[in-house]
């Protein structure tokens, strides 16, 4: 192949990669804001202040500030104990942090009502001490956690395993205490990885549809979060207020994807000076 061939290949390849991303990215996204605009911007804000889009919108944040600190805490727990240390049933956990990746977010949703559901497993003891995990905050905060706990967990894991354990171990035999180990050595070592996998954990909690679906009962102003909000706008035909708030998703998704380019440059650099 001469080199105007590699080249003409290139730009087909780089033309039918940029066709993609519009095709299927670009004008989805604006058919979204087109769309929740179609009746001007005073529609689309009396769209996002009714009250039953305010308490999709509470609840999304609220479930969201739950369950990404949870799984901040158990994927750096996770990759520590996996990427530092030797143990019995270690790939098992391992394989149990793919787990949501393999599993329908319906089925996921599906076993928290067979054993928190009023026939389910904890059902009746449940009901006896008058606690409610189905159909309340609760058992979606439940569903959250499962579907997004491996996306920390799985950023750390390969970062951890590459650095080692020597300067954890140089800390430790300086007189640092673990804590101050953790704090002092770990932490700084992990942090844009860190922060990658929170970005990509909070986007997929806020916008988390099938396993939320499952045990939230549908109850408008009360277990709704943003997704199912509006789901429940379009079936009803109420185009205009369903876009306004899925818009609301879609530059979560935006907001994601810039910060997630920023933490990747950051991530790229702080490698190559450590490198030197």
């Not at 929740?36 to 005073?42: D, F, S, T, V, Y």
């Not at 889009?53 to 479930?63: F, M, S």
């Not at 977010?105 to 599906?110: K, Q, T």
Request: overall charge neutral; aromatic content about 10%.
């Amino acid at each position: 192949m001469n080199t105007l061939s590699i080249l003409r290949a290139r730009h087909l390849l780089i033309a039918a990669a940029l066709a993609f991303i519009a095709l299927f990215l670009v004008l989805p996204l604006a058919a979204v804001f087109m769309a929740a605009l179609e009746k001007g911007l005073e529609a689309y804000a009396a769209a996002l202040v009714e009250p039953d889009a305010l308490a999709a919108i509470r609840l999304t944040l609220l479930v969201a500030a739950i369950s990404v600190p949870l799984n901040i805490v158990f994927g750096i727990v996770a990759a520590w104990s996996i990427a530092k240390f030797d143990f019995p049933g270690k790939s098992l956990l391992v394989t149990f942090i793919d787990l949501p990746f393999s599993v329908s977010p319906v089925v996921a949703g599906l076993i928290y009502v067979l054993m928190f559901g009023a026939q389910g497993w904890f059902g009746p003891w449940l009901a006896e001490h008058d606690i409610q995990i189905i159909f309340a905050v609760p058992g979606i905060v439940l569903a959250t956690v499962f579907v997004t706990f491996p996306f920390v967990a799985r950023e750390l894991i390969p970062l951890m395993s590459e650095q080692g354990r020597d300067d954890e171990e140089a800390a430790l035999s300086l007189g640092a205490s673990g804590l101050q180990t953790f704090l002092r050595v770990t932490l700084p070592n992990i942090r844009w990885g860190l922060l990658y996998g929170v970005l990509l954990c909070n986007a997929r909690a806020m916008g988390e549809f099938g396993a939320v679906s499952v045990v939230s009962g549908h109850l408008r102003g009360l277990t709704n979060t943003m997704p199912l909000h509006v789901e429940i706008l379009y079936n009803e035909y109420n185009f205009v207020a369903a876009f306004a708030v899925a818009s609301l998703l879609a530059l979560l998704a935006l907001v994601t994807l810039v910060l997630k380019s920023i933490v990747e440059w950051r991530f790229a650099y702080h490698r190559r000076s450590a490198g030197h």
